[in-house]
């Protein structure tokens, strides 16, 4: 049931009222979450890969943030990921370091941490909400 059909279906405003408090809570928790996961990744990307971070989508405590990025490499977009990387490390490694090779290395990570956290993000929702 969609929140439009709940409402008419349900004349108590006051039930109205607790179920548009639950949704806010349940979408508080989901952008709260997202936001955990993205920067716990963002920080490991910058400062250590072998970093763990939260996986709570694949039933595991933690895997490191190399770990996290090799197991994306098997996704849908992982091919275009890899070679990304590979580029900017190239220019890298060829002394080719420009304000837009910074740009695309930030985007790099940012885009991978995005990733795992919309991918875990529901899974860490539920268990704040239930802490």
Not at 75 to 104: F, K, M, Q, Y
Request: aromatic letters at 6%; one cysteine or more; a negative charge.
């Amino acid at each position: 049931m969609n929140a439009y059909s709940f409402y008419n279906a349900c004349p108590d405003r006051s039930a109205q009222r607790q179920h548009q408090a639950a949704l806010t809570l349940a979408d508080n928790a989901a952008s709260r979450a997202h936001r955990v996961l993205r920067t716990e990744m963002v920080e490991a990307l910058l400062n250590d890969p072998q970093r763990k971070v939260q996986t709570p989508g694949f039933n595991l405590p933690a895997m490191t943030a190399a770990e996290v990025v090799n197991d994306n490499f098997a996704g849908t977009n992982g091919d275009a990921s890899l070679l990304e990387l590979l580029r900017i490390v190239g220019l890298c490694a060829a002394g080719n370091s420009t304000p837009e090779l910074h740009l695309r290395a930030s985007a790099w990570i940012a885009g991978a941490a995005a990733e795992h956290a919309a991918f875990h993000r529901d899974d860490l929702a539920d268990q704040l909400e239930a802490e």
